[in-house]
Nanobody, 123 residues
Framework: QVQLAESGGGLVQAGGSLRLSCAASGRTFRTAVMGWFRQTPGKEREFIATDRNWRGVAYGDSVKGRFTISRDNAKNTVYLQMNSLKPEDTAVYYC?????????????????WGQGTQVSVSS
């Protein structure tokens, strides 16, 4: 079993930055595929970014060039640095993990999910 806990959400003005953190526990972190998704009311959960260790990272089209995923295996933590934030980035952001060799860009790729953290961007 894996437990994931997101933090770092909040309210920021458009053009600002936030860094989300996701702390993992329960299994060996360094071999996990980690992902970030977001969701707004009435919409499907949207892929944001994935870190697949030696298989590299990938980003959703809506955040390419603005968001960066990274991980610190010593701290069992994955980060999402969000720059140039827009009002349309407002959502609940979720961290996810799996130990399967997946592509990492769809909801079904992941087996474990955090509770989410709210990010609100004002115009």
């Amino acid at each position: 079993q894996v437990q994931l806990a997101e933090s770092g959400g909040g309210l920021v003005q458009a053009g600002g930055s936030l860094r989300l953190s996701c702390a993992a526990s329960g299994r060996t972190f360094r071999t996990a595929v980690m992902g970030w998704f977001r969701q707004t009311p009435g919409k499907e959960r949207e892929f944001i970014a994935t870190d697949r260790n030696w298989r590299g990272v990938a980003y959703g089209d809506s955040v390419k060039g603005r968001f960066t995923i990274s991980r610190d295996n010593a701290k069992n933590t994955v980060y999402l640095q969000m720059n140039s934030l827009k009002p349309e980035d407002t959502a609940v952001y979720y961290c996810a993990a799996t130990y399967r060799p997946v592509v990492g860009t769809t909801i079904s790729d992941y087996d474990y999910w955090g509770q989410g953290t709210q990010v609100s961007v004002s115009s």
